[in-house]
């Protein structure tokens, strides 16, 4: 396998903006023909740079996909981060769960507070179908790096919310890393995964729904005098 993208080096005397560029004209060449069909030709034409100017950087297609990757899913997961801290970092009592999980599961699953169109979010989606289209062709280590570095390092800030609330009698949970596991797959839910065009309402109230959901399983029934739902 290539280096991992956090440690490949650029070359010696390279011009950070000429990395930007190819990061940025590969990562839409990527979204857009995947892995296996993206050509260096296409990437630097993107990027507005040489072929060699490419390789002179990342060595290698496989090398140039994974930096990209890596460093879309570190930009989300930031973004995604800093929408859970200002959603629920704020919480300061049971009664407070479920508004607050739910204001972010809006915004974790809308964009991260952006809107829905926005072209960097829609990239990195498209970018991320493309990764696990090509699987097979790919280095397993670079499906672990991007859940490492992407929707793992979410997973956790979650899970430390919900070992925090715990700990403080708001919820009871167990297990906090399978209850953020299990929180993500019911806002989530949807009764048809090949539909198009949902509207924000609906999907407003499904993201609702599946907040209440989980939150009556993890209510901790005595730091409340009513039951969630």
Do not use: C
Not at 38 to 56: F, L, W
Not at 138 to 167: C, K
Not at 187 to 210: F, H, Q
Request: hydrophobic letters at 45%; charged letters at 25%; aromatic letters at 6%.
């Amino acid at each position: 396998m290539t280096a991992h993208p956090a440690t490949h080096e650029p070359p010696a005397g390279a011009r950070p903006e000429k990395r930007r560029a190819i990061l940025a004209g590969a990562r839409d060449v990527f979204a857009r023909d995947g892995f296996s069909r993206a050509s260096i030709d296409a990437i630097a034409s993107a990027a507005g740079v040489s072929t060699r100017t490419i390789y002179k950087h990342f060595g290698d297609k496989t090398a140039l996909f994974e930096a990209v990757v890596i460093e879309s899913s570190r930009t989300v997961a930031e973004a995604e981060i800093a929408a859970l801290d200002a959603h629920l970092g704020a919480v300061s009592s049971a009664d407070d769960v479920e508004g607050a999980l739910r204001t972010f599961a809006l915004a974790w699953l809308g964009a991260t507070g952006r809107p829905a169109d926005d072209h960097e979010l829609v990239t990195h989606r498209a970018l991320i179908a493309q990764l696990r289209t090509d699987a097979a062709q790919l280095p397993a280590e670079l499906r672990r790096a991007w859940w490492a570095d992407g929707p793992g390092r979410v997973r956790g800030a979650l899970a430390a919310v919900f070992e925090r609330w715990s700990s403080r009698g708001w919820i009871e949970v167990e297990d906090a890393p399978l209850a953020a596991a299990q929180f993500s797959a019911l806002v989530a839910a949807v009764p048809d995964p090949l539909e198009t065009d949902v509207s924000d309402a609906t999907r407003a109230k499904r993201i609702a729904a599946g907040v209440a959901t989980f939150v009556h399983g993890v209510s901790n029934r005595s730091s409340s005098g009513r039951r969630p739902g």
